[in-house]
């Protein structure tokens, strides 16, 4: 995965967090690097007043650094902001971090020492994970993960490597790399970002998006299942309203449901369905916009340059910035959230028609055996456990109420946590669109010799190779939990057409 070059996409990210995909430095990066370098070694020569390089950080912006102070400053930098707290990320999610802060070094705007880029490369390549406690970052640079991220990079504080939590010291012997040492604002460099944000921002989005790719297939089988009436689905009606978010649900559905028997004439038995079925289109269509408009903040974010001073080589010029503020990412990802609670409240709601004989005219509980056998009836309290949950996440979290730094620092936007929460929704997500493929696929096996469209016999056939029918009574929640974690992993193969495509 080359950086430094042409743009990189959040799937870059995941395949380097993720899959271990090697990363490398472009060509273009060293003379950047060293463009910038240059501009900083100039201000230090000049003895200029600039943030991070001959001040102190936040509240201690009016100390200036006498110049044998600067050196040990930038260590004691790093290791006063590892005040991170709770449970450790996981090691795909520090991954994303490093990878997301390497891609930002790249852009030859921090003014960093140009050997400490290589040197985060050299973590990532060689497989030296740190330990990263989750919780002390408000969104506005993401300097306590950063700090603990790059304790490592300098011989101190704790790693993985090869499955084994060790010191940082010993990560880097075990993978023949030497400690970095870091020169005059190389601390604020490695640690003035939002890497936290935009990498496991990353991580999320693209699980959405594989989830919203087999939520769409698992609306279409339900449809299948329950004989809907699809005159909601006529293209004209969508062309009406004049909604991108209804007519990309219309395309996305339709596409799914192209060859059903559904739309041939008196195939349905009602004239209108619940709503649950009727708005699939418009809700859904309103998740994957969210998520477009996620994804499209999200890599200009990862793209982009959130330093603070930034430093512009063509001018010879170190500026204070606030390329640092992620209120648009956090107000996107919280729009994502509460789309997708909208589309798991629909969710839920068809899986209990399917189960209903007045509403779906199948065996109540899916069950041709009566009520010897409890099919999937408690399957009901999962769903419904799921979608409240992703309902809960989906409160937003609001910005920062409590000032810090001495009140210097005094709005933040919550970032990670929304970010977090996001990828917890996502995940929950994941388990009811399994939970609603396996019912409606039964209820499609109930219903007998039915004609499917193309998207729905895909996810009626992605069932079937994981998830038998429901004959007699078994445990079914390790069946719907593999299946879930097949759809984060992005294994059901139908991929979605952008929202702002041509009806």
Not at 9 to 26: G, K, M, Q, S, W
Not at 32 to 49: F, M, P, Q, S, Y
Not at 154 to 183: H, K, Q
Not at 254 to 278: E, K, N, T, Y
Request: proline share 6%.
């Amino acid at each position: 995965m080359t950086f430094g070059g042409s743009a990189v996409a959040l799937a870059d990210i995941v395949a380097v967090a993720r899959c271990a995909a090697p990363v490398r430095l472009d060509v273009s990066v060293g003379p950047r690097l060293a463009a910038a370098r240059a501009v900083v070694d100039r201000a230090l020569g000049r003895n200029d007043a600039v943030y991070g390089l001959t001040t102190g950080l936040g509240a201690a912006v009016d100390t200036r650094l006498d110049a044998e102070q600067i050196a040990a400053f930038q260590t004691r930098a790093i290791r006063a902001r590892a005040v991170g707290v709770g449970e450790c990320m996981a090691p795909d999610e520090v991954r994303a971090m490093l990878a997301a802060r390497l891609a930002g070094l790249c852009r030859g705007a921090s003014g960093i020492s140009p050997p400490l880029v290589d040197a985060v490369a050299a973590l990532l390549n060689k497989g030296v994970t740190p330990r990263v406690r989750r919780i002390g970052s408000l969104g506005e640079a993401d300097l306590s993960p950063l700090a603990q991220a790059f304790l490592p990079l300098i011989g101190e504080g704790e790693a993985e490597r090869d499955g084994a939590v060790v010191s940082g010291a010993d990560a880097l012997a075990t993978a023949g790399l030497a400690p970095a040492t870091l020169g005059p604002k190389d601390a604020l460099a490695l640690l003035n970002s939002n890497a936290q944000s935009i990498g496991l921002a990353a991580l999320a989005l693209v699980d959405l998006r594989a989830v919203l790719e087999a939520a769409i297939l698992a609306g279409a089988l339900s449809l299948e299942g329950y004989r809907a009436n699809l005159s909601p689905l006529d293209p004209d009606l969508g062309r009406l309203r004049g909604l991108e978010g209804h007519a990309a649900g219309l395309r996305a559905l339709r596409a799914a449901l192209d060859g059903s028997a559904l739309f041939g004439p008196g195939v349905a038995p009602r004239v209108q369905d619940p709503i649950s079925f009727r708005t699939l289109a418009p809700v859904f269509g309103c998740a994957l916009r969210a998520c477009e408009a996620a994804e499209a903040v999200a890599t200009a974010e990862l793209n982009g340059v959130g330093d603070s001073p930034v430093v512009l080589p063509d001018r010879d010029a170190m500026l204070s910035s606030v390329n640092f503020d992620t209120t648009e990412l956090a107000l996107a990802l919280e729009a994502a959230g509460l789309a997708l609670s909208h589309l798991a409240a629909i969710s839920a709601a068809r899986i209990t028609k399917l189960m209903s004989p007045g509403a779906s005219g199948l065996p109540r509980f899916l069950t041709r055996h009566g009520g010897s056998h409890s099919g999937f009836a408690t399957t009901q309290k999962t769903a419904s456990a799921l979608e409240a949950e992703i309902r809960h996440l989906a409160h937003p979290v609001g910005a920062l109420t409590v000032p810090v730094a001495d009140g210097v620092e005094d709005y933040a936007p919550m970032t990670p946590r929304i970010v977090d929460k996001l990828h917890a929704a996502v995940r929950r997500f994941a388990r009811l669109v399994a939970i609603e493929l396996v019912v409606a696929a039964q209820a499609v096996d109930l219903r007998e010799r039915v004609t499917l469209g193309h998207g729905a016999a895909l996810a009626y056939d992605f069932v079937r190779a994981a998830v038998g029918p429901l004959g007699d009574d078994r445990p079914m929640g390790r069946e719907y939990e593999a299946l879930a974690l097949r759809i984060l992993d992005g294994e059901l193969p139908w991929r979605l057409e952008p929202s702002d495509a041509s009806a």
